[in-house]
């Protein structure tokens, strides 16, 4: 695939980055994206759920550790692979679901690379 052309940073709109936003940017512009969906109503209700909550209380029993290479600690956080901004199918599929334990997922969420687990070179 041909690489795409260096654009803009579409938060600082001063580095350019091949992607939306450069490297600084992107681990605040993520946790600003998952900010607002998490204050999506529609994921909002999702989120406080009956049925989320057994769900996932049930996927975190069934994949009791942590799903990061190398990491051996008990997962107590459901992590969206991709993230679901908003989609219901993103959002209750299974297959896209990580157990996670808290550190874990607090690096990934400032990870450059997003780190999920195929890293970009
Ligand atoms: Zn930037
Ligand atoms: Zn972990």
């Given at each position: 695939?041909?690489?795409?052309?260096?654009?803009?940073?579409?938060?600082?709109?001063?580095?350019?980055?091949?992607?939306?936003y450069c490297e600084k940017c992107k681990p605040k512009a993520k946790v600003?994206?998952?900010?607002?969906?998490?204050?999506?109503?529609?994921?909002?209700?999702?989120?406080?759920?009956?049925?989320?909550?057994?769900?996932?209380?049930?996927?975190?029993?069934?994949?009791?550790?942590?799903c990061s290479e190398g990491c051996t600690k008990l997962s107590n956080i459901?992590?969206?692979?991709?993230?679901?901004?908003?989609?219901?199918?993103?959002?209750?599929?299974?297959?896209?679901?990580?157990?996670?334990?808290?550190?874990?997922?607090?690096?990934?969420?400032?990870?450059?690379?997003?780190?999920?687990?195929?890293?970009?070179?």
């Amino acid at each position: 695939m041909p690489k795409a052309p260096k654009k803009p940073c579409y938060r600082c709109k001063r580095s350019l980055t091949q992607e939306k936003y450069c490297e600084k940017c992107k681990p605040k512009a993520k946790v600003q994206e998952k900010k607002r969906y998490s204050k999506d109503p529609k994921v909002k209700k999702w989120l406080n759920s009956a049925r989320y909550k057994n769900e996932r209380k049930q996927f975190l029993i069934e994949n009791p550790y942590c799903c990061s290479e190398g990491c051996t600690k008990l997962s107590n956080i459901l992590d969206h692979r991709i993230p679901h901004k908003g989609d219901y199918d993103l959002f209750w599929d299974k297959s896209n679901w990580d157990p996670k334990c808290k550190s874990c997922h607090d690096r990934k969420t400032a990870s450059k690379d997003g780190g999920f687990g195929n890293p970009r070179r």
